[in-house]
């Protein structure tokens, strides 16, 4: 031990096990002691390279040349610390007691002379730790009454408008949209009816049961004192704004006590839509406020009419989609698909239909959107499927060939585990081969496809089933992807289809398509064919099937297999 080191006479106590005092001793005896000494109690900490420590530190200690060799870094913490106190002690030997304050007396908080007294030293420090402890401490609660509410604990509008501008940029980054919610409790009734310190109560409550209902990972704020605010950004889908209003509304159902009395509080959602409806945090929740004084009846309001249609659409066609399982309400429609180069097995897409009670049609467009969203695709896509094997299966051979079926799938339904071992089991069962069966994605579908799913396309190939690029041209699929899909089809989309023979840049991009397809060894098919000149133009062009309204129409299965005996009894296969 150092002479200069007197040992202590009393024992200090640490204000903060966990303090950080940042040392700063240039030389001399004293600093491995006092290294020692202070490790005991609180955690030492030293620069990293050319910085002061990046953890920060709460108390600075240094001697001369460690002051000098850090005083403008250390200027610069106690800065950004603001208002936060950062002390600095200095020790100095007693002889430079004038000199080395000189200059630097508004940098420091303390100094202790060397040789140094052991207690007075330790003294000191828990002094101004403590006096940082507090300013902590004191930062901490006005951060809390800013931030906020004082009777719930919840965050206030001060934070959750910080927290849904955070949520904006992180959307701009990801590409993403972000809904907000204002849930509304009619709490003003309340307040008329057993004053404000119910009121507070009752908020408490309904803040405890807003914060089961919502679940763990939805960030909760109480804006004001009847208006709470949801912030949801999971990739702005539809179904997650339902999902969680659905959970808030219930909140009619729990009892709230409030000055004695039971009452139940029915809220009203009103949900904003980033970037849609406003670009500012503060604007959208504005928005979403607008919104919730519109809601009625359990259904959350939306703030723009488009989006209210859209919510509404899609409330009752997803309610709808399940109503028409239980009543069977779907149709599996045929639309045949012809040879253009040699004579081929009879070929048709599966369409489904729905049709309602009243005997009107939904067209697929409109609800098989919903049904993706909603995961009701699933249960569509087995009973396509299952109905699909059954129709091959009582169509027979027409000169010697089997039925050739295409089915529209999406990734979701290749992600179903088992999917190829139960094809193949309908396969067994119905005494189809599964080459009979093409499964048809959209080539946007392709283009997102993580590599789970593209194994699972694999497998489906192996197993031999057709797999066909839906609507090629309109997404954005590399050569290098194509080359990894296990598609044995490509289906031009009819928007190309649809310019020939007139438009040279739908030729050329419908002849660019089949040069791909034919390099890549693909079947083509030519979908959305409106009359014959595009016929003769494919045909000429070596495109393989065509398919459209000029051949014939989506038709249900009799018509089919009417259109089918005709096609026979002419000899034509295609009646072209
Ligand atoms: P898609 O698979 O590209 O189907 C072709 C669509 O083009 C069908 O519309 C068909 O009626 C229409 N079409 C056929 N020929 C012509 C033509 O010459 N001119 C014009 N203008 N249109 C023609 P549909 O039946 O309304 O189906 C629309 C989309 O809905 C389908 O596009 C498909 O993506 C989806 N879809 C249909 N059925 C199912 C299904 O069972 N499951 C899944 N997941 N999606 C389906
Ligand atoms: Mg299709
Ligand atoms: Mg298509």
Redesign the pocket.
Known sequence: MSAAWRPATAEARSPAGTSRILLLIAGGGNRQQIERELAQRFTVVHPEGDALPADGFDLAIADGPGLRRWNHALREAKAAAQPVFLPLMLLLPRTDLRDRRRGLSDLLDDFITTPIDRTEFMERVQILLRARQQALEQRDELVRLVNFDRATGLPNRHLFTDRVQAAMRSADTRGAGLFVAVIHVPLAHVLESVGELAVEEAAMTCSAHLCDLAGENVDLARLRMDQWGVRLFDGGRMEAVFELCARIDRLADCGIEAGGETVYLAPRIGVASYPADADSAAGLIDAAIAAAGRARGGEPAFYTMEQCAAALHYLRTEAGLREAFADGQFELWL?PKVPLQAAGPPSA????RWRLPSGAMV???DF?PVAETSGL?RD??RW?IATAFDLVARTGRDRGQRLHLA????PVDVQQPGLSEWLRGLCREHDVAPGQIEF?L?ETMVCDMDEPTLESLHALRAAGFGIAI??FGTGYSSLGYLHRLPANTLKID?RFIDKIPGDSGGATVTRAIIDLAQAFNLQTVA????DAEQIEYLRAAGVDYG????IAR?MPETDFRAWLARARANGAHPPT
């Open positions: 639309q897409e599966a369409l489904i067209p697929p467009g098989i695709i569509i896509t396509v089915l529209n799938i999406t048809e959209t839906d609507d009819r979908e959305g064919v409106e398919q459209g309204f000029h989506p």
